[in-house]
């Protein structure tokens, strides 16, 4: 399954532990894809934030149901792990922008 063309699970607004699962959602998606056409110009803020994303969803993946949802969002994870990582592979830390 693509992550970026994945259907978004029915309970996506759902709140889980205190945290919007959709809005984590969104964060990954969103850095992901501007780092895509980006580059390390994304920026260390949204890098923070796909930081704070991974963390939040890695906390939560346990306690997601049904198992579709805990499938969709923990292929959010690899994704966001990667993106980390390819951020880090792409040079100082001097080339992130604000």
Not at 22 to 42: C, K, N
Not at 46 to 63: E, F, H, K, M, N
Request: glycine share 10%.
């Amino acid at each position: 399954m693509e992550y970026g063309r994945a259907r978004r699970p029915a309970n996506i607004g759902a709140r889980v532990d205190g945290l919007l699962i959709g809005e984590l959602d969104d964060t990954v998606q969103d850095v992901a894809s501007s780092f895509a056409g980006m580059g390390s110009a994304v920026g260390s803020a949204r890098v923070a934030q796909l930081g704070l994303a991974l963390a939040d969803i890695t906390r939560v993946l346990p306690s997601l149901e049904p198992e579709a949802t805990r499938a969709y969002f923990d292929l959010a994870s690899r994704v966001a792990r990667a993106t980390l990582a390819a951020i880090a592979a792409a040079g100082p830390d001097s080339q992130l922008n604000g």
